[in-house]
């Protein structure tokens, strides 16, 4: 992407112009199960995963979504996308836009990244 938001232009496409019609999932009691089990786990990835299993253990005729394809339709029917950006330790700033080269926060000066792994390894983890 050109924007320096992170968004494809598809992201960026249903931002601008969202649905303008509702979404429904209450046809469908096993997607519906999916959808308000997804959202209502802290951990998404692997406590769905985690879940997923354990439902379809209990029930092996029903069809549950995966991880990957549950978030795909909550993406569909929210219309927005996950950003991921670094962010200071302290919060004073979110390391995007014209913060993103720099390597240390511009308000206390911590650094963008662990030193220990940057300095053992040469690795830039936040």
Known sequence: DNSGTGLSPDATERLRNPPNHPSSIDDDPELKLAVHLYLALNNANDDYTKAASAI???NNDMKFPSHPQIKSLVLQIAGVKEMKHHMCLNTCIGFTAPFASLNQCPEC????YNQEVFEAMGAKVP
């Open 56 to 58: 379809k253990e209990y």
């Open 109 to 112: 000066t911590e650094p963008q």
